[in-house]
């Protein structure tokens, strides 16, 4: 079950990467929020409709049945992006010359603003450390939630497993609303400052964090979670677009990788941490909640620190010692 767990891991790290630099390949750095909230809605859309599907597979087949469910879908949309999703829109004979022009017009700007930026450099860059840090300690908080939400139904509150996967589904369905709200407000209102939303996801919902914990009734509870979790998908999906309007499309891929690795580390501590916690108080998710509180408070505090108010491509360039192309240039 390890080996396997680990293999899934590895295979599920590939995704991040690749469609955020296929999203930064497609649009044009102005629509990138947009694009990437649409996209995000599937972090909430698939753990809402998780726990109903699941919950009716187990009662009639059997937990084993679970995967072998899930396995079919997944190969059809393998096999589905193979033959139909492309490296490049120039790829594409659905892409008209007005859209290629708009897409490598913002594309080229960011790119000549850098110059030539390589890994090495772009691990030098403040901004991608701090997206690292602040993803790391959000993610402590957002994966453990995802994780044990239906169990701290199931145990702390008493619910039955029909109707946890009900209550369960709840906040993962507003959820889905606001990644496409998230990605309307940053390039709407936010476009220089989106980490501000970040720092305000993270704050509300570290203060719902906190009021579910000492919820009166499951109903409050559920409710609590349900606003804290729209806000911490806004800062999720805030987060993930930084880098990739940030930086030119040539490192997008490298930067979301880097800091991804960030979440899929948080991803398999978080679970174990939660689970020694409940272990070692008898089951205390009190405690666990308080804990949610602190991370998502931290990563407010290290998300402050993402500064996009300066000229970003320029902070990458700095890092990789090199000198912007149009700075290069000499007057006649």
Known sequence: MLVVRVAFGIGEALFPPAAFKGLSAWFPKREVGRA???MMTTNALGPALAPLFVAAVM???GWRAIFTSLFIPGIAMAVFGWIYVRNSPKDSKHVSDIELKEIGTSEQTLSESAGKVDFAGLVKTPLVWWCFVTLFVF???SWGIMSWF????????GLSTARMGIMASVPFLVGTIAYCITGFLSDKFFRNRRELLVVLGCIVAAIFAYLTAHAATVETAVFYQTIGY????????????????AL???????AIGFVNAAGQLAGFLSPLIVGYILTSTNNDFNVVFHLFVGCFLLASISAWFINTRTDRSDSVTRSAGTEPAARNQTTG
């Open 139 to 141: 993610s402590i908080a």
């Open 59 to 61: 009662a009639a087949w």
């Open 36 to 38: 990437t909230g649409l």
């Open 230 to 245: 729209f806000f911490s998908t806004m800062a999720g999906c805030s987060l993930y677009t930084i880098p990739n309007v």
């Open 248 to 254: 030119p499309n040539k490192v997008v891929g490298s």
């Open 150 to 157: 239906p169990t701290y139904l199931l145990k702390a509150r």
